[in-house]
């Protein structure tokens, strides 16, 4: 059990505890880096989905775990990269400027959303994303002179300052670089004033207000960056899928990406990694698992949205704190053995107080 | 003239569905302040029910329709009690994920179900194609049934909530849970019954939906214009569903009619979005203000 | 030049007038305390000061300065700072965490140099803690520095709360019932701060309060009001023994 004594303020503000989180970060650095030589390629290809949803999920996460605001249309963000990307591509634009660009675009998207959403809260605004989701599949699918509409795009491999992405590994390397860089960043402002000003918004308008937040910018810087990393993956996405439609942007896939959030554990980043790991891990189970059941149910196409539903429904039941905080939970038993007792993470039992009335 | 009349009326028509799915879910947001995602699905699952009451065990159809209620009324609020109660005191979006998980294991386990699948299936109704003609514009007996059958079950829904204790519990229940309870309301078994009735509302919807869309395991997600349609009419309000429901149907009707093609899709969302806008409240909802 | 100035502040909620043509001045470094039976219309006066509510008609002045109408975060940046009735802490954050969002005022970093973590944000960050250390080294609320606050028991909450409206560095702090849900011990405590703070940090202090014992011990002035109008002001024991008051509060006298 290690305790903390704190003798300055910078301990409060360094990245690390201490020691002990810089090995075990460290082990972790390493065994990234190391994992293309290790694994067989498709893994490796897994490997880079996890990554782009990592940044989908942190994306995600700071709008819908940090500031409290919900979006089901979060997909529209991801096609406007995706998009941007490809056609940018096919002009002959190089990657770093096209990939700067998604993120520009998507982040005035982004934008765009926001100021509407400004006054809106909860359902409103869910529904609200939502339809602006709705809205931009169906823009996508008819302005067939610019993305092909239904047919879809085709992207070529990305040439990035002279090297050809052309393997897994490679592409595996560099969205590491990029989720590394942008985890950073997005810790680096949850440690400043703009961080809490989100946090604040979450929890009381009222009260931040109150406090000098100027709620309509921090909402919209919120929806910007959420939207402009949202971007980024889905630039990264098409050249990954190396093809995309409309149908891959729908409300189903805003919908999987707002579970990935939740099923990872709300108000963490670590959540957000956990999330993508498990969206991405699931059919593979699912795929494993069916060698081992009897054939008529393994055949179904129904099996894995019914197992997506029962595995979601049973975490927000019995672990809302979500996969990080099962790991938290773990972690805390084995660090104060035996001190451990099960009513330390308990809530308190709830009532429901009208939302209407917040 | 008649072009006009008819596309009002069909547009009525698919309206009275969307109302239908909106009053579902309006009734269960009244009681729990939950939004049930899962309503166009238990739609979907009420039209299955149907379907099988008539083709597989031979029933005529108003039995089938009565066999559905009970089944989907029983349904509901099973999934009340097994699933939502657990979690009513947590953050509201939390509530609305699960319905949505819940939307995801009814989809998938049509699909997986034997004798269901992935197929269309039609329910054989005792109007099916008759056609109706109402001053110059033709109706298939089957839209008039839609608006007729969906009038009446709004005065039986006016009737229960304006004149019975349960609709004034439900709506002291809906703001204030615990004060509630301090009441002597039954809470729990308010909500419990609250989905029962909203699950046997969205069959309704899903069996006059039957004959326009077919039965099959994607009927749910027209239900997803149902959310339009209750903002529209303010959520919170049942009249407001309805008459949301209705102003959406016609809406698409005569977008699909006399606008380029695919903006009858999303119609009801850009209508939504200006909704949401101008004024978030809708037409009858109340416009509530936080006391500090 | 008045401190703060409030001009024939009126609302009216449909067909109901909370507050009726009130007027008042309060002088800086004073501490003026606003009373009244229930319904009286006094945290709705405090929210038409912060800002919250818009009012039907009159005016407010802040040194000088026409504050009407202004949005609630303006009025913070200007140095006016509130507590809640019902406590609106941010409840799933450390309560240092809570003070350091009331420093947001004073926060000049932009958004650029926070994403790179630049030294002028560490500088800043380390600036902004050190205030809040001070403000929890003057409400004695060392030992809660990193706890929830969510699992805090009442007392410790609006102690809480009255730090976070400190941290913000204000010239006007408007207290809403400070005393409400206190025991006598916390009441108490609560005396010896409203005067350090009048004393040591030359804040003006307005506060809405019930408990005629604090409100004799620690106001320059009082406000008495009743149904949403003015009935008297004054000193403390002016307004105490004013029979209009005592009619309010007691009841006429048969």
Not at chain 1, 64 to 88: D, N, R
Not at chain 3, 113 to 137: G, M, Y
Request: hydrophobic share 50%; with cysteine.
């Amino acid at each position: 059990m290690r305790f903390h004594f704190k003798t300055d303020y910078d301990q409060d503000i360094r990245l690390f505890k201490d020691g002990v989180q810089v090995f075990w970060y460290g082990l972790l650095a390493v065994c990234l880096l190391g994992l293309p030589l290790v694994l067989p390629e498709y893994l490796v290809g897994q490997m880079v989905f996890i990554l782009i949803y990592c940044i989908i999920g942190l994306g995600l996460m700071l709008l819908i775990g940090f500031t409290g605001q919900i979006s089901l249309g979060h997909a529209a963000f991801l096609a406007v990269g995706a998009y941007t990307e490809a056609l940018l591509q096919a002009r002959g634009v190089p990657f770093a400027v096209s990939l700067l660009a998604a993120a520009l675009l998507s982040g005035a998207a982004g934008v765009l959303v926001g100021l509407p959403a400004l006054r809106l809260k909860g359902i409103y605004l869910a529904i609200a994303t939502m339809a602006f989701g709705f809205i931009v599949e169906e823009i996508i699918t008819r302005w067939e002179h610019v993305t092909g509409g239904n047919s879809g795009k085709q992207l070529k491999q990305i040439d990035f300052f002279g090297v050809t992405i052309d393997s897994d590994a490679r592409f595996y390397y560099l969205c590491l670089g990029l989720t590394a860089v942008i985890l950073l960043g997005l810790i680096n402002l949850m440690r400043s004033p703009t961080g809490r000003a989100f946090v604040a918004i979450r929890d009381s308008e009222i009260s931040a207000q109150s406090m000098g937040i100027h709620l309509a910018r921090y909402k919209t810087v919120a929806f910007a960056l959420s939207a402009m990393l949202t971007g980024v993956a889905g630039a990264l996405y098409a050249h990954k899928l190396q093809f995309i439609s409309p149908e891959q942007f729908n409300l189903l896939v805003s919908i999987e990406m707002a579970t990935l959030v939740f099923i990872g554990g709300l108000g963490s980043f670590h959540g957000a990694i956990f999330g993508a790991a498990f969206i991405i891990a699931l059919p593979q189970v699912i795929v494993f698992m069916k060698d081992y059941l009897p054939t008529a149910v393994a055949q179904q196409t129904g099996l894995q949205p019914t197992i997506f539903g029962i595995i979601l429904i049973c975490f927000l039941l019995f672990e809302p704190l979500g996969i990080y905080g099962r790991w938290v939970k773990i972690r805390t038993y084995f660090s104060l053995f035996p001190f451990y007792r099960r009513g330390m993470f308990r809530r308190q039992k709830a009532y429901m107080k009208s939302d209407r009335l917040k | 003239m008649a072009q006009f009349l008819q596309l009002a009326l069909s547009g009525i028509a698919i309206g009275c569905v969307y109302a239908l799915v909106a009053l579902g879910f309006v009734l269960i947001y009244k009681a729990t302040e939950t939004v049930n995602f899962a309503q166009g699905d238990l739609m979907m699952l009420g039209g299955f029910f149907a379907y099988t009451a008539t083709a597989v065990m031979g029933w005529p159809y108003w039995a089938a329709i009565v066999f559905a209620l009970a089944v989907m009324a029983a349904y509901g609020m099973l999934a009340e009690r097994i699933v939502l109660r657990p979690v009513l005191g947590q953050a509201q979006f939390t509530v609305v994920m699960v319905t949505i998980g819940v939307g995801y294991v009814m989809r998938g386990v049509v699909t997986m179900m034997p004798g269901w699948g992935t197929d269309t299936y039609k329910i054989v109704t005792p109007f099916a194609e008759k056609v109706v003609n109402l001053g110059g514009a033709a109706i298939s007996l089957e839209q008039l049934m839609i608006i007729l059958m969906t009038a009446a079950l709004c005065a039986v829904l006016f009737g229960f909530f304006r004149f019975t204790r349960i609709g004034i519990a439900m709506q002291a229940a809906s703001q204030n849970q615990l004060a509630a309870y301090y009441m002597g309301i039954p809470v729990a078994r308010i909500n419990t019954l609250i989905w029962g009735l909203s699950a046997a509302v969205a069959t309704f919807a899903g069996i006059l939906l039957a004959p326009i869309t077919f039965v099959h395991a994607n009927m749910g997600f027209i239900g997803l214009k149902a959310f339009p349609a209750a903002v529209v009419g303010g959520f919170g309000s049942i009249p407001g569903a309805i008459a949301g429901g209705i102003i959406i149907g016609l809406v698409e009707s005569f977008a699909g009619f006399y606008l380029p093609e695919g903006i009858k899709d999303i119609a009801a969302y850009i209508v939504v979005l200006i909704v949401l806008m101008v004024k978030p409240s809708g037409l009858f909802g109340e416009k509530l203000r936080k006391k500090v | 030049m008045s401190f703060f100035k409030v001009e024939n502040l009126s609302i009216q909620f449909g067909g109901v007038k909370a507050v009726s043509n009130v007027s008042f001045e309060v002088r800086q470094g004073e501490v003026f305390t606003i009373i009244g039976p229930n319904g009286a219309g006094k945290t709705t006066i405090f929210n038409l000061i912060s800002l919250i509510y818009p009012p039907t008609s009159g005016r407010i002045f802040f040194e000088g300065r026409e504050i009407t109408g202004m949005t609630p975060h303006r009025v913070a940046n200007l140095g006016i700072a509130r507590t809640f009735q019902n406590i609106e802490l941010f409840e799933h954050a450390t309560v240092l965490q809570n003070l350091l969002i009331g420093r947001h005022n004073h926060a000049r970093t932009s958004l650029w140099q926070e994403l790179l973590f630049l030294p002028a944000v560490r500088r800043a960050e380390l600036a902004h803690r050190e205030a809040a250390e001070k403000v929890i080294d003057f409400l004695e609320l060392q030992h809660y520095r990193d706890s929830f606050v969510a699992g805090l028991p009442y007392g410790v909450r609006k102690v809480v709360e009255l730090a976070r409206a400190l941290c913000i560095g204000p010239k006007l702090l408007l207290l809403d019932e400070p005393s409400s849900g206190l025991n006598p011990e916390e009441t108490d405590d609560m005396a010896f701060w409203i005067e350090d703070i009048k004393k040591d940090l030359g804040v003006t202090v307005l506060m809405v309060e019930h408990d005629m014992s604090l409100v004799s011990r620690v106001s320059d002035r009082v406000l008495a009001l009743s149904q949403g109008e003015m009935l008297s002001i004054g000193t403390s024991r002016e307004v105490q023994g004013d029979p209009k008051v005592i009619e309010a509060y007691l009841g006429k006298q048969e």
